[in-house]
Each structure stands twice: as structure tokens, then as C-alpha cells.
């Protein structure tokens, strides 16, 4: 057996990574190793995924002291001392989550314990970190010896390079990834999103479930398969492979009652179980396929998550409530305290659980009226103005319904003089409720092939710190970020694909090329709609229909104040 035994039980092991003839890796450019990874080239052979590893971490950027191994062999006796390492308690950070000991032995088992606390004493600026365990646990498979895999973990854990995320140490990093995630399953994974919303009281609970999909309850040989792909390519991998998990169970349980009366619980259960039904090739097969925002984007998204979380105070973790997230949808949008001429309780939930997650922390707050503030153009920009985003409701004198969510205020469309121009950035979208439920979001999302992604290449995503622009909307434009999915990160074909939002005295245009999914007059009495470019949409109604009633909501923050 190789060097890399000590803490491995061969048992438990796959026994297809002991039979491989050693091979050597020679290359080092970035796509080739990419390739690599995602064919499993090192998965076959236990000692040379070892190397690969070690090689892998060694070329992480970190901060100038790190600790390394010589660190953990002069404080282990320390802070373990003689104790019994199985009795040692785990630092508050890991939150209770898994420690698990997928092929390790009864060594290994102790020395995960040990290598945590160690890492809590060397670096108490972490606050929350419930992958640790999973991690430590997986690279002690491939470590020579306890200080060897401490050192490894110290340099993921101390990585200073802003545009290669690695691991959430902080709980409002992993908060806004929950949310994050939240986002990106609602526009990757419609049919589970609207599982999710369906059966659970509280999606974001399901959904900041996946980490530990990962780190906690996906076998050994998957984790490590993940790991190989995520070392090389980072954070993005993850995302991947949980959106992957999700459509796996979607399909796989689609149609079959709930095994639990808790889908989160299900969900848990089919991950561990996974091998029942798919295999490692497949889940990366299908985490790939996945046409996936460019990082840069993610980043951005990610980081205004976060701010919507700095804003309403949520940095830490709380001890005795219960979690401030995601209000579920059925407290958002309560019947005691939403009363609307167009929609019902029901069809605003339904709403409600497609808008991005930093904005379902909010409720719906009535803007405007036809019924109250009159059929004015001028009083509809009046009370929506200085709200960001917009929700527009349109019920027809024939009783469809339609509307849009608006991801800019309106007040941008003054930047254009006098000349009618779109605005807006690709997170608005279209939709129809009545006479059936229909959702068009941005043609991009669905059809990234229509655009290449003005931004750097994949693998070399800019420093958080240069997205910083003029600003897109009118409040102090220092403070701003460029905008998640704003038109100008991509090498669109044509202005058309981008027409998300557009007003004037005269008309509000909404959805443009060749058509436009809203076309709304200057008395709000009449509109037309068709298809258009933008959102790739059918007819949202009657191709020309007049305005029973229209509403605007906005979205009050209910944490403050």
C-alpha cells in the first residue's frame, strides 16, 4: 500500500482506486487540467490523486503567514493534550454539522476532531465554517499524516486571491450563498423551484441545505470526484453540483408522495443515497451541462446578496430565533395584510417565489392604483418612482391577468432627454397568470449561446473590487455596484435582446425587438402585447386589450421598520 494509507480503511474504500496503475501528471495549463479533473484522470489511482491534491493547494495564493504543518506539530499537544479525541467538543463555528468519516478508520476518525481545533486556535477570525469537517475529513484520506493535512486546509482556508472563492468562513458569506443558490435554482431548476415552494413552509431552509448536500451527505467517491473539479476550478463547481442534486431528485421522486413529512429531510436522504440512481460520471455530466452565469456574474449576485443581508443586520448567526432569512412566502404575502383587486393571496405567493432573494426578505407594499390615483401615466411614475424593484399587475376588461417584475426605477428613464430609451438589467421578467401561469425571464438566461460574456475568460474572473461602475440607478453612484446581470457584461447580437424597460410621457414600453411583451398608452387604458425579443415570450393576453385595473407594489423591508 502507498504512503497515503495511514488514515484511510481499505474495506470501506472503493476498491477500484487500488487497483490502477500510478500515473504521472505532467501538465500544468489551466484548461488542460480542467479537462483533467472533470474526466476524473487522478480518480483511478489513490496515491496520485494525493499528489495531485497536494500539488493543487500548494499553488493556492495565501496570505503570508499561514500556518503549516511544523505549526500543528508545536500545538497539538497543547490543545488536545492526552485527551480522548472523540470526546473533544467542536468549536462553535462548525454548527453542529456533519463530521463525516467516509472511508477513514478509526485514527483518521479522531485526527479530523483533533486538525479543527487546531484550525479554530490558528484562526479566530472564523466565525462560520460548517464545511470544514467534510473537508478535513476528505483530504486526511490523501495526507501522510495529520500536520500534512492541517497545512492543506490552512492554505484553502488563508487563500487571498479576491476572484478565487473557496470556502464560506463567515455566516454572512454563507448566507448570502444560500441565497445565492435560492436565485440560481430559480432560474435554472424551475420545475423544483416550484416543488420546493409547493411543499415546504420555508424554501431558503431547504435550499441553505447545500452545503451540506455536499460537505455532510454525498458519498465519498462523489465528494472526492467534486473536490478533484472544484480544486481546479473553484467555488462555481459547487453551485454546479448542487443545482445537479436538485434536478436529479426532482426527477427521480417527480410525481411520488414525500418519503418524510420534511422535504429537506427527503432531499438529505436521496443525496446520501445517491448512488441508487445515479453515478459520479453522470451527476458532473450533468452539473456541466448546465449553462451557468459567468463567475463574474455569480460574484456580483452574490455580493449584493450580501448587502441586502449587511442592510437589514443579518452578520451573524442567530442563537435563540429563528433564522431571519427568506420570509417564507406564506408570511411575506399574509391574507391578513394583502389585499389586492387583481391577484389573490395565492397567485401574489406564486409571484413571490420567482423574485430574486434579496427581495423576498421584503413585503408587498401597494404603490399605485388605477382604482384610487386615477388612469394617469404621470401619477403612475409619480408613486412608483424612488422604488426599486417594481412589481406591475394588469388585469384586462376580459379578466386575464399579466404583469412584469421590474428590476430598475423608473426615474432612469429620465436619463434618455426626452428620447424614449430602454433601461433595466436581465433580472426583470414577464408573466401571465390568467387564463394560465406562464414565466419568460430574459432570453439570455435560457439561451446563453446569444451572447458571449463581455467579462474575462472563465477562469480568470476580475477582483470583486473592479466592478465597481458610474453607477446604473440615481442614488449615490460611488456606492454601486454594476449591476447583477446588467446588458453591458455581455457581447450581446443586438440592442433587442436587451430591451427590458422603457417609459415617456407617452407610452411604457416593456420587453422590445420585433414586438413588445407590454405596450401600455398614456391613459392607461389601453395596451397591446406580442412577442419580442427580449423575453422570448408568447402574448401575455389578448394581443390588444384595455386596462381593467392596474397595480404597482413595492417592497417594504419588514426587518426595518
Known sequence: ???????????????????????????????ELKQLARQGYWAKNHSLRAKVYHKLISNIPCRTVTPDANVYRDIVVKIVGKRNSSSLPLPEF????????????????????????????????????????????LLLHYSKDEAECFEQVCRILACNDPSKRLIDQTFLAFESSCMTFGDLVNKYCQAAHKLMVAVSEDVLEVYSDWQRWLFGELPMVYIARVFDVFLVEGYKVLYRVALALLKFFHKVRAGQPMESDSIQQDIRAFVRDIAKSVSPERLLEKAFAIRLFSRKEIQLLQMANEKALQQKGITVKQKSVASPRRQNVHLAVHAENFKSEIVSVKEMRDIWSWIPERFALCQPLLLFTTLEHGCSLSRFYSHSEGHEPTLLLIKTTAKEVCGAYLSTDWSERRRGGNKLSFFGTGECFVFRLQPEVERYEWVIIKHPELATAGSEPENHASPASSTLSSGSVPSDPSDRLSPFLSARHFNLPSKTASMFMAGSSECIIIGGGDGQALYLDADLNHGRTSHCNTFNNQPLCSESFQISVLEVWGFRDTMNG
Open 1 to 31: 500500500m502507498d504512503e497515503y494509507n495511514r488514515f484511510v480503511d481499505w474495506d470501506k474504500m472503493d476498491v477500484t482506486v487500488q487497483s490502477q496503475d500510478a500515473k504521472e501528471l505532467t501538465c500544468t495549463e489551466f484548461q
Open 94 to 137: 462548525v454548527d453542529n454539522s456533519l463530521v463525516p468519516t467516509y472511508c477513514l478508520n478509526a485514527e483518521g476518525i479522531g485526527a479530523v476532531r483533533k486538525i479543527i481545533l487546531c484550525i479554530a486556535n490558528q484562526f479566530p477570525d472564523i466565525s462560520f465554517c460548517p464545511a470544514l469537517p467534510s473537508v478535513i475529513a
